[in-house]
C-alpha cells in the first residue's frame, strides 16, 4: 500500500507554500455592493487571499499544517510554522469575519468551503501554538452556518464539485466529534434520511469536470455514520464491487489537458476516489470479499494521480491536499 513519506511531504509543502502567498491569478466570489468593494483580494481576505481561491488557500493551510505536524523534523516545517505565526493571528481573522457579515454573504463557499475551514480548525488544535484559539470564532461561524443550512436542504447535493454534500459533511462530522454533539446529531439524522434507503447504485460517473465521486463520497459518510451496520448496507448500495462492478469507479479518469482548470478536477477525482475506496476498505474489513477490490482500486487510483499533484498551476494550487487526503487520510 502506498504511504505518505517525507518526500512527499516536502513536495507538497514547498509547492503550497508557494501558492498560499501567491495572490494572483485570484477568483474571487463578492457580490458587488457598490464600486468601493472593487479592492484586491488581500483587503478582503487577509489570510485566505492565495492559492487560486479561497477554499483552495484554506484546505492548503490544512495541508502544510498536517504535514508540519506529521513531519516535524523536516526542515519545511520551521517555515510553515513560521508563516503560520504571522497569518493565523486574531487581527486577521477578524478580518475574515467581517466578510462573512457582509449582505449575500450567507451562501459564501457553502458546504465545502465552510467544511475545510472546520478541517483547518481541528488541525490547528494539535499544535502547541495560538493558531486554534486565532481561527475558533471562524469555526464557530461556520458550525452555526452548517446548523442553519442542514435542516432546510431538503434534497441531498449528489454532484461531484464544490456542493457535493457527503464531502462537507464528513468533514464537517470530524470536526464535531469533539465539539459539537449536535452538530453530529443533525449530519447523522440528514445522512441517514438522504441515502440510507439508496440500493444498487449505477455511477454514473465521472462527470467531465468532477473531483469528488458522489457514489463513493455517499459510502464513505455511511462508513461513518453507519458504524457496524455499514457492511450491510453497502452490500445493498454497491452489491457487486467485489466483481469490479460498476466498472466506471473502478477505472481512473483520463484527464486530457491539465492546463485547463476544470479538466484538471479529474487529478482530484481520482485522489479522492483513492481516499473512499482506502475508507471504505478498513471499514469493511478485511474479511468481507469487497475489500480487496476496494483497495486494489484505491492503489490504481493514486499511481494514477500522484505524479501529476504539481506541474501546472490550475491543478499544483489544490491537488496537494486531496493527495494527503488519498495518503493519510482525515483521523487525528
Not at 168 to 173: E, G, T
Not at 283 to 303: K, M, N, T, V
Request: net charge negative; aromatic share 12%; proline share 7%.
Amino acid at each position: 500500500m502506498t504511504r505518505l513519506t517525507p518526500d512527499h511531504a516536502t513536495r507538497f509543502a514547498t509547492a503550497t507554500l508557494a501558492h498560499l502567498g501567491r495572490e494572483y491569478p485570484y477568483k474571487m466570489d463578492l457580490v458587488l455592493l457598490g464600486p468601493e468593494d472593487a479592492k484586491p483580494p488581500r483587503a478582503h481576505h487577509p489570510i485566505f487571499h492565495g492559492s487560486f481561491d479561497w477554499h483552495s488557500c484554506v484546505h492548503g493551510w490544512w495541508q502544510i499544517l498536517r504535514l508540519a505536524r506529521r513531519f516535524a523534523d523536516l526542515p519545511i516545517a520551521a517555515d510553515i510554522r513560521a508563516r503560520a505565526d504571522a497569518m493565523l493571528v486574531p487581527e486577521k481573522v477578524a478580518g475574515e469575519l467581517a466578510f462573512l457579515d457582509r449582505p449575500y454573504s450567507a451562501a459564501f463557499e457553502r458546504p465545502y468551503g465552510w467544511a475545510w475551514l472546520l478541517a483547518l480548525h481541528a488541525e490547528a488544535e494539535h499544535h502547541d501554538a495560538p493558531w486554534a484559539a486565532a481561527l475558533e470564532p471562524l469555526a464557530a461561524a461556520f458550525a452555526a452556518r452548517f446548523h442553519a443550512f442542514l435542516p432546510k436542504l431538503t434534497y441531498p447535493l449528489r454532484v461531484g464539485t464544490h456542493f457535493n454534500i457527503a464531502f462537507a459533511l464528513l468533514l464537517a462530522r470530524h470536526w464535531a466529534e469533539a465539539r459539537d454533539g449536535d452538530l453530529v446529531a443533525l449530519i447523522d439524522t440528514k445522512a441517514r434520511g438522504w441515502f440510507e434507503h439508496d440500493r444498487d447504485c449505477q455511477a454514473w460517473e465521472p462527470g467531465g469536470d468532477e473531483f469528488l465521486s458522489p457514489a463513493l463520497g455517499e459510502a464513505h459518510l455511511m462508513a461513518v455514520v453507519m458504524g457496524q451496520h455499514f457492511p450491510r448496507w453497502f452490500d445493498a448500495f454497491l452489491p457487486r464491487t467485489a466483481q469490479g462492478q460498476p466498472v466506471t469507479l473502478f477505472t481512473p479518469a483520463t484527464v486530457s489537458d491539465r492546463s485547463d482548470g476544470k479538466i484538471a478536477h479529474l487529478d482530484g477525482l481520482n485522489l479522492s476516489r483513492a481516499w473512499c475506496w482506502r475508507a471504505v476498505a478498513a471499514a469493511l474489513g478485511p474479511a468481507h470479499p469487497a475489500s480487496p477490490a476496494a483497495e486494489a482500486a484505491a492503489e490504481r487510483h493514486l499511481a494514477a494521480a500522484l505524479p501529476n499533484v504539481t506541474g501546472d498551476y490550475m491543478g499544483e494550487h489544490w491537488l496537494a491536499s486531496f493527495a494527503l487526503l488519498a495518503l493519510d487520510g482525515l483521523a487525528d
